[in-house]
């Protein structure tokens, strides 16, 4: 249900906090045994705050997010409640501090039903690399949900909360939200806050939100962003009222649709699907431009040679000896951290470190990780060139849809390649958002994703609200 | 063969900042196992380093104060390692772009040693080692220090050279309010990069890093060691590994710290979390113009200007806080001489008696000036100066006030004198009569006898006048 | 050209044991992976590298300690903690 209504349902007391509370922890309880959706779910607590909830409503004192039940993606810091970013690392890590979106979000007293399912510290695109058991689709719990936010984008399609919080570092908010026929925004990056994201790649990590439609994911926004002391990649340049321009004329923008998203690779069905919105906004008025991304051949090295960089030298904190997973093998101090990140790592994130560490030591630096920040230069003036000539580009988000369990997400370079349309947003730092644009033959949602200039998220949310309002989704089978 | 050492440094300096570098703990020594930590600088997962611009100030004055460049822009890199003492298994220090660059010192030769860089790093935290369990237990209260590196060219070719330099800086660096520079508790660390060569060669050997000196004179003792060390490498036909060394207090000995298969790649690259600092020119001027006179200018202004012996002035410069009180004083009295006099023989008895220390005084360089001028002008005697300074020092007061109250102020009444010289001369004519079958000596006793019947205050030089007249 | 070799080396740099099969396995996965990294090597190296904006000096976090955390939060998640201190195997 959209959050405007479930706000406006709390507030005239046609439900209580703790009853609507209630019906998501039973649907949890009931379903996301198909879909482990959750890592941790916190009945208790959020009852709690359920309850507390519905003091402020009774006092006339209610903000936009009391009462509203939230999932929280697993690598973002709760004081109190296990963080365990998907890894045996840190299985039993619990914060002495709240994250910054977490203390916003605490302000209005919020009830967060747990934290979610995702691939092990967010590397991946299939949530089938969490230590705690895969995500499973909600549209087919044999097919998976796309990744890293995967338990976040099945926990709302399920309907197993009101709306996510998710982390995006190359598409993990927008890609696994086209597979499970949600919307997810990834904000601009120093939006929002990463003080209590558990690092993945530092320059492009950046806190999204999935929910049913942009207009949600707009309305959390409003309470998540903004400048943040704590956080010196924050910035000031961000002005909240992000839904204020839905429902205006969106007729007069300009959008760009670059030809290298719709080449080889790309699965005809999803071509199709992306082709017709195209169309949509055309019939509506909108000008639509063909633009050019020439250096795309390019991203995907440079984004994994970049966040595998960046995630090995922030990785290196977990070593068993102050917090997370510590092995009974070593005798010295380095066979015992040896062994604690043997036995604490899956093998995709040691590949990442792997592949970082390559990627920054001695006789191989410049070739690579310099080569690759001089990409990051060249897309971003590409993208500035873009953005000179039209408003917001459109392209899909995902070359095809969700696949079969087991069929791609062990081979990764498959994988890896699979990521060609969303990272380049974050290389560029630039704001985005997936929606459901159609469905496969197998039913499966089929996503395209909006995207737009630096701190204007606005305009992606209103344009993509007016496809929404136009474009009929198909209820999941859970 | 006969070597010729070549030697450069590398010295770490702890910041005197109130907060730690990128967090907001306090930046203080010492204190009980992790009471000065938080999430930030205990590593935890989701935090993220926010500099502490009072640290950037420092650095740059850390430049200023050797006469460095202090750049517009400059950028945080990681250095990645692991070590239980480096929570996040990376330091945060400055690779490309540090916060100055070049710079120099003239030491005692007239030879300039010129520095390489300064930049911003973090300290590490404390291993406390339990041999008998056979573990190292972490405290993390140091993590996060602010540090600069200063790191010079190997210009350096004797002990002499490398000592003066580091006593130089580290007073420039008092100065400067950069560092307490107490080598002993660790506040400033010197690591000594030495190698030697035939005399007469151009070409530098495979150098050695000295870890570990706590203090001058070690730097002295280690450096000699190293060179001996590696002569006699050379002398028998070996070659010197590039290696890091412990120098042991206790043998005067150094040796291996890590062996060579552990060479390190600490994979340096920008810290994302970290934008570059950029300094605007007028930043950097307001900086410069918040410096204090450093210790090099003084000194010159006091032996050219103010005539002052080069000793004196030496000790004037080596406490800024004793250099300042001088300032001020003479800026009241330029009675350069006089006052350095009264400070250096007088201040510093009290000083050392008390176990004080120039902040711990409670009168003001304008008190000290006053004094000074009271005594030349011939208000107090130069004795009375000395006792009624020790008043000030011991209970404060000023000090005409206090030569009032203990009848300090000479008495230039001749006639006053005379009647109690009269008095004395008749009242001693036994040694008035020695003294006048030319027993000098007796002169003394009967001036004795004056000055205790006049007081305090008797002017002795008309005492004196009148005594001599009186016997004639 | 990736070899096992050079794994090791990795697997040094990054503090990862492996086994011998799961070394073998690394080095077959990289091997692929390093393959289509190579595509950044041909760019263009006159490009300028990408940095952050610079902040103003005067923007920078101002000089004030505060609390810190109690020692206990901060040793809350630790396996082994001896005098309030983070326990490891002698090092030195």
């Known amino acids: 249900m959209a959050l405007k209504k479930l706000r406006k349902m709390l507030d005239e007391k046609e439900i209580g906090a703790v009853e609507l509370t209630r019906r998501y922890l039973d649907k949890i309880e009931k379903t996301d045994k198909n879909v482990n959706s959750y890592i941790t779910v916190c009945a208790e607590s959020a009852l709690e705050s359920a309850k507390k909830a519905q003091e402020l409503i009774d006092a006339g004192e209610a903000g936009a997010f009391t009462g509203l039940p939230i999932s929280v ?42 934290k979610t399912n995702m691939d092990e510290f967010a590397m991946g695109g299939s949530s089938q690399t969490s230590y705690f058991g895969g995500v499973k689709n909600p549209y087919d719990t044999s097919r998976v949900t796309g990744g890293s936010s995967g338990g976040a984008a099945a926990s709302v399609a399920a309907g197993l909360c009101a709306a996510a919080l998710g982390s995006d570092t190359g598409g993990s908010v927008r890609q696994p939200a086209s597979f499970c026929g949600v919307t997810g925004l990834k904000p601009t990056y120093g939006a929002v806050s990463r003080w209590g994201l558990i690092a993945f790649a530092s320059s492009l990590d950046q806190i999204g939100v999935i929910a049913e439609s942009a207009e949600d994911t707009g309305y959390v926004l409003d309470g998540i962003y903004g400048y943040d002391a704590n956080d010196a990649t924050s910035s000031k340049k961000s002005y909240g009222n992000y839904t204020s321009l839905i429902g205006g004329d969106i007729s007069k923008l300009k959008i760009g649709v670059p030809k290298e998203f719709f080449g080889d690779g790309l699965n005809d069905e999803v071509k199709t699907a992306v082709l017709r919105a195209v169309e949509y906004y055309k019939q509506l008025g909108c000008e639509i431009i063909d633009v050019s991304l020439p250096s ?11 966040s595998s960089a960046e995630a090995a030298s922030n990785l290196s904190r977990f070593d068993g000896i102050k917090y997370g997973f510590r092995s009974g093998l070593g005798e010295n101090f380095n066979d015992l951290i040896k062994n604690s990140r043997r036995e604490g790592f899956g093998s995709e994130v040691k590949r990442r470190i ?98 737009g200039r630096a701190f204007d998220e606005k305009t992606i949310i209103a344009v993509c609200d007016r496809f929404e309002k136009d474009f009929e989704r198909k209820e999941c089978a859970l | 063969m006969r070597y010729q050492p070549v030697i450069g440094l590398e010295i770490h300096c702890e910041l005197q900042t109130d907060s730690k570098v990128f967090c907001t703990c306090q930046n203080e020594f010492g204190g009980s196992e992790n009471t000065r930590v938080c999430p930030r600088c205990s590593g935890m997962p989701g935090t993220l380093p926010l500099i502490n611009q009072n640290a950037v100030r420092l650095a740059a004055k850390a430049g200023f104060a050797t006469d460095g460049t202090v750049n517009n822009y400059s950028a945080f890199d990681r250095k990645n390692y692991f070590y239980p003492d480096l929570p996040k298994a990376y330091q945060i220090t400055q690779f490309d772009h540090p916060i100055t660059t070049g710079g120099y010192i003239t030491v005692f030769n007239g030879n300039k040693m010129r520095i390489h860089h300064i930049h911003i790093e973090e300290d590490a935290g404390k291993l406390v080692h339990d041999d008998y369990e056979g573990i190292s237990m972490a405290d993390y209260n140091r993590c996060g220090v602010p540090l600069i590196e200063i790191v010079t060219e190997p210009d350096f070719r004797s002990v002499e050279e490398v000592q003066d330099f580091v006593e130089k800086i580290a007073l420039r660096l008092k100065y400067a309010g950069v560092c307490d520079a107490r080598m002993e508790q660790g506040s400033m660390r010197v690591d000594v990069n030495i190698s030697i060569m035939p005399v007469g060669s151009t070409e530098f050997g495979t150098r050695a890093e000295i870890k570990n000196l706590n203090s001058v004179k070690a730097i002295g003792r280690a450096i000699e060691y190293e060179i001996n060390r590696q002569a006699e490498i050379l002398d028998n036909g070996g070659t010197v590994i590039q290696e890091t060394r412990r120098f042991n207090d206790n043998h005067g000995d150094t040796k291996a710290l890590r062996s060579k298969e552990e060479a390190h790649d600490y994979r340096y690259f920008p810290e994302p979390d970290i934008p570059p600092v950029w300094l605007s020119d007028e930043d950097i001027a307001e900086i410069k113009a918040s410096m204090p006179e450093m210790p090099q200018s003084r000194f010159k202004r006091y032996t050219e200007e103010y ?48 176990e004080k220390t120039i902040s711990d005084v409670t009168f003001s360089p304008a008190d000290l000036a006053e004094l000074v001028k009271m005594s030349t002008d011939g208000v107090v005697s130069k004795n009375a100066a000395k006792d009624i300074l020790k008043i000030m020092f011991d209970k404060g007061g000023k000090p005409m006030e206090i030569a009032k109250n203990n009848g300090f102020i000479m008495d230039n009444d ?59 | 050209m990736f070899n096992s070799d050079l794994t090791k080396h990795l697997a040094e740099l990054s503090k990862i044991e492996f086994t011998d099969d799961e070394l073998e396995q690394m080095t077959a996965d990289m091997t692929n992976i390093i393959a289509i990294m190579d595509k950044v090597c041909e760019f263009d190296t006159s490009k300028p590298a990408y940095a952050l904006d610079a902040v103003d000096y005067n923007d920078l976090r101002k000089d004030k300690h505060q609390s810190s955390y109690p020692t206990e939060s901060i040793t809350a998640n630790a396996k082994n903690v001896k005098n309030n201190s983070f326990v490891v195997p002698k090092v030195v």
Do not use: H, W
């Open chain 1, 354 to 451: 792997m592949l970082g560490n390559y990627a920054l030591c001695s006789g191989y630096y410049d070739a690579y990780y310099k080569n690759a920040t001089r990409i990051r230069t060249q897309l971003r003036s590409e993208y500035a060139a873009i953005f000179d000539k039209c408003d917001v580009m459109l392209t899909p988000t995902a070359p095809t849809t969700a696949y079969k369990i087991g069929e791609q997400e062990n081979d990764p370079v498959k994988m890896y390649l699979a990521d060609i349309y969303t990272v380049t947003v974050n290389i560029a730092g630039l704001p985005a958002i997936s929606t459901t644009c159609g469905y496969d033959s197998n039913g499966m949602p089929i996503g395209m994703s909006l995207i």
């Open chain 2, 307 to 354: 005539g002052l012996p080069a000793d004196d002035a030496n000790l004037i410069i080596s406490s800024k806080e004793f250099s300042d009180f001088y300032d001020e004083a003479v800026k009241i009295n330029p009675d350069y001489k006089q006052i350095s006099n009264l400070m250096l023989v007088e201040l510093n008895r009290n000083l050392n008696e008390s």
């Open chain 1, 73 to 114: 993606k697993d690598n973002i810091c709760t004081m109190g409640v296990k963080t365990t970013c998907a890894s045996r690392m840190l299985e039993d890590f619990v914060p002495p501090y709240d994250a910054t979106v977490i203390e916003k979000l605490k302000k209005d007293n919020f009830v967060m039903l747990g």
């Open chain 2, 414 to 472: 001749a006639s006053e004198i005379e009647e109690i010289v009269n008095r004395v001369i008749a009242e001693n004519a036994d040694s008035v009569e020695s003294y006048k079958n030319g027993n000098q000596k007796i002169f003394g006793f009967l001036m004795g006898q004056v000055i205790r019947l006049a007081g305090k205050g008797a002017n002795p030089k008309i005492a004196k006048d009148v005594l001599t007249e009186k016997l004639k």
């Open chain 1, 296 to 306: 795309l051949e390019y991203a995907v090295s440079a984004y994994y040679l970049i």
